[in-house]
Every structure is written in structure tokens, then in C-alpha cells.
């Protein structure tokens, strides 16, 4: 049984990867119990990752006499050959400004030097526990904490970041129904149909927008319509992922009515109009949109609202998709 217990516990080390040192965090301008708190959730991070066998605070502090702060690289590589490990972890932990700056490097004791390192910074002391985090991952696969974020994991400062970051182009579709209330000669709703294209900032966005409305119940040739082509600009009440929007467009419009005999023409098109955008910091949103529509034609105003679905994609900055519909 013993034997067993033994064989078991060298496979879980050998499974564990490298032995691993992780020197206590220098603070700069961080009390030193923030600083020692902090080099105790890393240990536990890295350990988790399950790419190292983490050397223990006690370990450390029988070989050295105490859970030593190491700074340097040359000491830490001498410190860690006491200790048995092959690879060894300095870090610190630094306030500048309002940030709170986590810095670590990967030693290889053998000789190479520093093999990887990175930092990450927060504005919020709350969220040390998720800076410590990634870079314990960080470590454990050599890739930079800001190159993969996982849901959860984003801190404040990274949030505001993406918030102010470029402006997106892109585009899609739009699909509903006009109420035509006036100067159409028909009550009928008409559907509309058309193509959007956009354009993102993080507290805007513009608009291109064409679109078709046909009263199809008749089935004449001389069906009213109404075909705006619009550019309009709307405010974006938040940056949070569902946020209502206000705004306007104006441009040019053909139409068709039956009102007086048959009318047809060019007209110029105010349309006031607001909506509730879904997903606005993903890649793609989903809006419902609600917009009235005014076309000042020679014989008369068409007007009515017009109840839509617009299903828009990003295509990143610099492409806006093909004929504007994000394809």
C-alpha cells in the first residue's frame, strides 16, 4: 500500500510539470499585506493551471529561513537551485496613480534567464483576485495576459478601454412594416424591406438606410409606395450591450399614390426615429426601430411611421461588407 501511495504521489508530481519558486511580490507604493495576500493567490493560481508543482510558502521559508521578497534575477535563480525547483516566479505588485500594476517574470533556473513575462494593470483593488489570475495563466502558457480574456475576467480598465476604442463599419438588413396615415391613398400596411449600412462609434452611429414599402393587397401596377434613401445620425443612450438610441435621418424618397387618380415622384424625406439596440458591443446587434417617415412630394406630404427589425453585422474597421449589407 505504501508503495502504491508513493507511486502515486511521483506520477501526480511528474504530472504537475516543473517545480516551480515563487518569490514573494515586491509592493511599490501596496502595504506590504496587500503584497504578501497577493503572492499567496498567485501560488494558488499557478498551481491550479496544473503546468507546475508550486513550491509552498512553508517549503521556501525551510530552505531560506523565510518566504523571501527577490527582486533580482541572479538571486532568484540562486535561491531557487536551494530549493530544488527548476523555474522560479518574481513579481510586484505597484501603484501608479490610480492603477494598481501586477508585473511577473518566469526565471529558468538552469541558466536561461528570464523565459516570459507580462503585466497587467486595474483600476479597481477589487479586481486583484482576476489580475492575479491571468497572470498566473499567463505564466503557466507563456501567452500575454491581454492576448485571450475569458468572460468574467475583464477588468475595469480593460472596459473602458474597449469602450473608447476605433469606431466599426458594417451593415445588414431591415424588415418590418409601413403604416402609411397620409397621402398614399391607402390605409394598408405595407412591409418594408431594405439594406443598412453603419457606422460605430462608442457613443454614436451613423446610418445609411434604403428601404422599399409596396401596398401589395391590390395587386395593380399602381400600387402606392414609398422608397426612402436615407442618412441619419443617433445617440446611443449607454455603452452597456442593450441600449435604447434617438436620433434622425434625412435624404431623398420615390413614391407612388392613389390618393388623387395615380401620383408618382421624387420628394425630400425627414425621418425622427428611436429604437432598442441588442448586443451593441458584440459583433452583431439586433434593433428594433421604430421611424416616421415624411416625404414632401409636389402634391402633398406622404407620411407615416414605420415599425422595423434590423439585423446588422461589424465587419472590423476599414469594411463595411459588400454593397453595404455586411456580407
Request: aromatic letters at 10%; glycine letters at 14%; charged letters at 20%.
Amino acid at each position: 500500500m505504501t508503495a502504491a501511495i508513493s507511486a502515486i504521489a511521483l506520477l501526480s508530481m511528474l504530472s504537475a510539470g516543473p517545480k516551480v519558486v515563487v518569490f514573494g511580490f515586491q509592493g511599490i507604493g501596496v502595504d506590504s499585506v496587500t503584497a504578501l495576500v497577493a503572492t499567496s493567490v498567485f501560488r494558488t493560481e499557478l498551481g491550479n493551471t496544473g503546468k507546475f508543482a508550486v513550491a509552498t510558502a512553508d517549503e521556501v521559508a525551510g530552505v531560506l529561513g523565510a518566504d523571501k521578497v527577490v527582486t533580482k534575477v541572479s538571486d532568484a535563480q540562486d535561491a531557487a537551485r536551494q530549493i530544488g525547483a527548476a523555474k522560479a516566479v518574481i513579481g510586484s505588485l505597484s501603484k501608479l496613480g490610480t492603477q494598481t500594476i501586477g508585473m511577473v517574470k518566469l526565471i529558468d533556473v538552469a541558466g536561461g534567464g528570464v523565459e516570459f513575462e507580462d503585466q497587467l494593470a486595474t483600476t479597481n483593488r477589487d479586481e486583484l483576485d482576476i489580475v492575479l489570475r491571468r497572470l498566473a495563466k499567463a505564466v503557466a502558457f507563456k501567452t500575454k495576459a491581454s492576448a485571450e480574456v475569458e468572460l468574467g475576467e475583464i477588468t475595469e480598465k480593460e472596459s473602458k478601454e474597449v469602450n473608447r476604442k476605433q469606431a466599426f463599419f458594417g451593415g445588414g438588413v431591415t424588415l418590418g412594416g409601413f403604416i402609411p396615415v397620409g397621402g398614399l391613398g391607402t390605409k394598408t400596411v405595407m412591409p418594408v424591406l431594405g439594406g443598412i449600412g453603419l457606422y460605430e462609434a462608442p457613443d454614436f452611429f451613423a446610418e445609411f438606410r434604403y428601404t422599399g414599402s409596396l401596398d401589395i393587397a391590390s395587386g395593380s401596377h399602381s400600387s402606392a409606395s414609398i422608397i426612402p434613401i436615407t442618412v441619419g445620425v443617433f445617440k446611443t443612450a449607454s455603452r452597456e450591450d442593450f441600449t435604447p438610441y434617438y436620433g434622425g435621418a434625412l435624404g431623398i424618397g420615390q413614391y407612388t399614390s392613389n390618393e388623387q387618380d395615380y401620383q408618382s415622384g421624387w420628394g425630400f424625406v425627414v425621418a425622427p426615429g428611436a429604437g432598442y439596440m441588442l448586443f451593441h458591443t458584440f459583433d452583431f446587434h439586433v434593433m428594433a426601430d421604430l421611424r416616421y417617415y415624411l416625404v414632401f412630394g409636389g402634391d402633398g406630404v406622404k407620411h407615416g411611421p414605420a415599425i422595423t427589425i434590423n439585423l446588422a453585422f461589424r465587419r472590423g474597421k476599414g469594411g463595411g461588407g459588400c454593397c453595404l449589407l455586411g456580407f
